[in-house]
């Protein structure tokens, strides 16, 4: 069966030229249009899936915004847009908004010139109504604003449910790394876990943080534990801090998990190895991504009757930062 | 002084509206405009940097393809990328490729359907002549492709640097894990580490790889001291595998560096966090970043007389995976 590249072979001019006579994309001079043609027909080309693809007049595309593609966290959530979005043909371009205002605004005006057929943000920033009357549907992922549509995680439920499995495995003094207070996302994790302890009156400390950025993470773990020195249990506000927080544990001689317990949250692909490997609260990542997109889709289609915001469900993954609880007396 | 916020208040409409209207895009009923207008007068409202950057009546756009952003690599590439061009008025749009051919030329496609200026590519794919005929410039980071303008480190350097810094501390039973096959970068590293330790007559077995990926990398790692248990010196084919081995190395319960140096690949953020912190070669990632999309924006505005392809310099990082030099006998 005859492939793209013999048909530009056959015409003697290059594959790239080949794929616009397919695409009607870019100029090609008549003669050469002509030439790939007679080879098209000579040659009985059928374009396989990548020129079929090229036939299409207009990709459909969607916009994805994320705070900082650093964070190992946003790139699990694109991929499971991409896997879910793929499959109904639409391709999807990412912007980083590198938590800045002007940017986000620059990329939401792209977006929109560039005729996106839908947007999912991941956006740090307050005061979004920016997105209000947007032509595309827009999908919060990771993130909820006033009644938009969008799909979270159950921070909540995660904040207390990190809280009672230091607690059940023995934690008394526990410290809660807090994360940036314009994050919802962030406050819930912390309400959640506050909530918890103090209904069981249980002691905790709190360290307040402003990002979830790598560098910050280093000094908000040596602060807790210069603040702190005899924490026996830790709740950190993403796998990134916990990461930081278990290494100054680590240098410091602590002993994992007898001395000092430690909870994540997130379940990044690098918290398992880590080691001892990271015990967290796992957000089903690429699942959201995919939720998102699924709902997104619903919107851009119209569609009626469909639940528009979206919680899901968290779950504890023990690893070997925290004790097993037959071992706590 | 006014802000875009006083304005929408003023006219009794949203933030996105007046954008609408400051940038001409988008519908907005002729009353509603008429209103934001007059706002604008009232308040004698001046757009700052956000507004003027709508007032720009079509973003110039620059296109970055990433084999697979879940490598943290590839994101700071991208940071380097974006702070060059912001400066500069252009904005960047980021395809995950996935190592996938067909999502590779949607991209591209897509790029071109959009009018980017300018497209950055990172691909993994061999047989790359689909960008032989574009009609945007194309520089390619962190490969090379024969004589297209490129931007990438010193893979051959560093590959000998890695291997002399582990035999200077004392290794002499080192294993490379030689990174996959169709990456010309990854290769580079593995011919200049075995160039120089044939040279210097040391002994080294090689485990083949297929992947930088999370989960591939637990594999290697495993197979790694299965079948060279006794190894005392580990060059990694990149910072996520190094971060698997180093795992596997503590759960078989070796001491490091006493009984075993690693040396990683590229200085990722999460590096430095490891337990014990990687020792590892550093490819300059944000700054080749920076300087592909300098070399871009020389391609774009047609300047002559200029380096099309730029070898970054490595340096050995010396953390705590590796002896230190005094300490070997």
Redesign the interface.
Request: hydrophobic share 35%; aromatic share 8%.
């Given at each position: 069966m005859a492939t793209i590249k013999d048909v530009a072979k056959q015409a003697g001019v290059?594959?790239?030229?080949v794929?616009r006579v397919l695409?009607d994309?870019?100029?090609v001079h008549g003669n050469t249009r002509k030439l790939v043609i007679e080879a098209i027909q000579q040659l009985s080309y059928k374009p396989n899936?990548?020129a079929r693809?090229?036939f299409k007049k207009?990709?459909r595309?969607i916009g994805l915004l994320l705070p900082d593609?650093?964070n190992?966290f946003f790139?699990?959530l694109?991929?499971g847009i991409?896997d879910e979005i793929?499959e109904q043909g639409y391709?999807?371009?990412?912007?980083?908004i590198?938590e800045k205002?002007?940017?986000e605004?620059?990329?939401i005006?792209?977006f929109?010139?560039?005729n996106v057929t839908g947007i999912i943000t991941a956006t740090n920033l307050t005061g979004r109504?920016?997105?209000?009357?947007?032509?595309s549907p827009v999908v919060f992922l990771d993130r909820t604003f006033n009644d938009h549509p969008s799909v979270f995680a159950d921070g909540i439920e995660g904040g207390r449910m990190a809280a009672s499995e230091l607690v059940k495995r023995g934690s008394k003094r526990i410290t809660i790394l807090k994360g940036p207070a314009q994050l919802q996302t962030a406050q819930d994790r912390f309400n959640g876990a506050i909530a918890w302890l103090r209904a069981e009156k249980v002691d905790f400390s709190v360290i307040e943080t402003s990002s979830f950025s790598?560098?910050d993470?280093?000094m908000w773990a040596k602060e807790l534990f210069e603040k702190y020195p005899d924490t026996d249990g830790i709740l950190a506000s993403n796998d990134?801090v916990a990461?930081?927080v278990?290494?100054e544990a680590?240098?410091l001689g602590k002993a994992i998990p007898e001395d000092l317990q430690l909870i994540g949250f997130d379940d990044i692909?690098?918290s398992?190895?880590?080691?001892p490997?990271l015990s967290t609260i796992r957000q089903p990542a690429y699942d959201m991504g995919k939720e998102a997109a699924k709902l997104l889709i619903r919107l851009i289609n119209k569609e009626t009757h469909f639940e528009k915001n979206i919680r899901m469900p968290v779950m504890f993954i023990e690893r070997q930062t925290t004790r097993k609880v037959e071992e706590n007396g």
């Open positions: 290059s594959v790239a030229t794929s695409n994309n870019g100029y899936e990548v693809s090229l207009k990709s595309l593609i650093r190992p790139p699990e694109a991929r991409e793929q391709q999807l371009i990412i912007g980083n590198d205002y002007p940017k605004m620059d990329y005006q792209t929109q010139q560039n109504s920016h997105y209000d009357d947007l032509s790598f560098s993470a280093e990134v990461a930081a278990l290494h680590l240098r692909p690098l398992r190895l880590l080691f490997p």
